[in-house]
């Protein structure tokens, strides 16, 4: 006896079903993708205004930490050449490694005009720029970070001396920064210590002095 097998074929019908579900796979499938895609870029757009936060606070802790008492002759002779208001500070400390060995150079950071943070640097050797004049020209600006809705600077130590000018080095300075309403971005309050600072008791009033404030 033979026994013979058939093999019956899908039909239109089946088809059409089959390949309906997988076009539905393929769409939930590439939503999902899409949907990944996005987050992940936003994370990235979001992590990358981090660093560049973190940049920020980390120049300015490198530069203020740095900062030296340098008597300024024009100013009398026995002046510190630091000026310190809330809304911008003058200080003089060494060049970045990056440009070492170099002369000493006068910083100056401020939050300018189109609502930048910038730190502005002058060699001290530089005999052709007014260093204590308001204006700019003539130094060299660094953009730390752009949309900056304010700034505000305090600081804590001895007596600061007659108008801005400091009689000596600040024992802290604290930078806070604030953003636009909406912008995302978070800017931890920087406190640092000039090294230089001559050492006495932790003001009361200052972040130091807090439980566990020690900084």
């Known amino acids: 006896m033979i026994r013979t097998t058939s093999t019956r074929g899908f039909s239109l019908t089946e088809m059409l079903v089959a390949l309906g579900v997988l076009s539905l796979g393929a769409l939930l499938l590439a939503g999902t993708v899409g949907r990944v895609g996005y987050g992940l870029a936003v994370w ?3 992590d990358a205004r981090a660093a560049d936060v973190a940049a ?18 024009q100013a009398g002779g026995g002046v510190v050449d630091v000026a310190g208001r809330t809304e911008a ?11 070492a060995p170099d002369a000493l150079r006068r910083y100056r950071l401020l939050r300018d005009a189109g609502g930048n943070l910038v730190l502005f640097s002058l060699s001290t050797l530089d005999v052709h720029t007014d260093p204590h004049g308001v204006a700019t020209q003539g130094w060299k600006p660094e953009t730390l970070l ?17 108008g801005t000018r400091r009689s000596a080095l600040p024992m802290l300075v604290r930078i806070s920064v604030r953003f636009p309403d909406g912008d995302t971005r978070v800017w931890p309050d920087l406190v640092i210590r000039p090294r230089a600072a001559v050492p006495e008791p932790c003001p009361e009033d200052s972040p130091c002095a807090a439980p566990g404030g020690q900084v």
């Open 44 to 46: 990235e757009h979001d």
């Open 56 to 73: 920020a606070e980390f120049t300015l802790r490198q530069r203020l930490s740095a900062m030296q008492p340098v008597h300024d002759t």
């Open 89 to 99: 500070i003058d200080f003089v400390a060494p060049a970045p490694d990056r440009d």
């Open 146 to 162: 752009g949309g900056i809705a304010h700034m505000d600077i305090r600081y804590w130590g001895r007596d600061p001396g007659a």
